[in-house]
């Protein structure tokens, strides 16, 4: 089975922290997505990447930005965090080839007080 | 730009009945469709997709979905609901040909409360 983890279920922060949300993967997956989700605003795309030192912006950057130093490992970072960055982070790995699905981490709970 | 909705915030359904969860998308071309579910304090997990071919697609947990290229829908059915199909449950969509680096847009999801 495909497992990806997140290193934290629940991190409370303080406004003006970085903050370091870490990501890995078991299965060699070439692609590794960042989302938040919000309530009635599903799942958006904050970056992607398409393998090792690859980067793109997804949806919502703004504030956030990305390290893939390692092919299972892809880090999140809020430079310097904000309350509306108080939120469900979800990081998801998937093979390259065309159609094959995402899956997905359990999530990590943020709240930025 | 591709999108999808989900037009239903929530479904209630009575156990053993047929549950219907409602997609609906926009791509320029032709898509690739997905659905997920999400147990409380869980990641998602993938139920099923379309890519090409027949039309009805079946998936985990006794779940289905029919692509409508005519309606642009992908509904999410299954005949008989458990009370342990209370999840909330995302629709996706991806255009193959415009979607850079494999993005997929998500519907806001539509939480389905089964009764016993």
């Known amino acids: 089975d495909v497992k990806v983890t997140q290193s934290s279920r629940y991190l409370v922060k303080r406004t003006g922290e970085k903050v370091f949300l870490e990501c890995v993967q078991d299965?060699?997956?070439?692609?590794m997505f960042w989302y938040r989700q919000d309530p009635g605003l599903g799942l958006r795309l904050i970056y992607f990447s398409y393998d090792v030192k690859m980067k793109e912006k997804g949806d919502i950057p703004e504030g956030y930005s990305v390290s893939r130093e390692k092919k299972e490992r892809f880090s999140l970072i809020l430079e310097s965090a904000s309350t509306n960055q108080t939120s469900m982070y979800l990081c998801?790995?998937?093979?390259?080839?065309?159609?094959?699905?995402?899956?997905f981490g359990p999530g990590t709970r943020l709240t930025v007080l | 730009a591709q999108s999808v909705a989900q037009p239903e915030d929530q479904v209630n359904v009575a156990e053993g009945n047929p549950l219907t969860v409602k997609c609906t998308y926009s791509?320029?071309?032709?898509?690739?469709l997905f659905w997920y579910v999400q147990y409380p304090n869980r990641g998602l997990q993938f139920l099923l997709k379309?890519?090409?071919?027949?039309?009805l697609v079946k998936g985990s947990y006794g779940f289905e979905a029919e692509f409508n290229k005519s309606q642009t829908s992908f509904h999410l059915k299954k005949p008989s609901a458990l009370v342990s199909d209370s999840a909330l449950y995302f629709c996706a969509v991806r255009d193959p040909i415009k979607a850079a680096g494999n993005k997929l847009t998500f519907g806001g999801g539509t939480r389905v409360l089964v009764k016993p």
């Open positions: 379309y890519i090409t071919g027949d039309n």
């Open positions: 299965m060699d997956h070439e692609n």
């Open positions: 791509v320029s071309g032709n898509p690739y």
């Open positions: 998801a790995s998937r093979l390259r080839l065309a159609g094959n699905e995402q899956f």
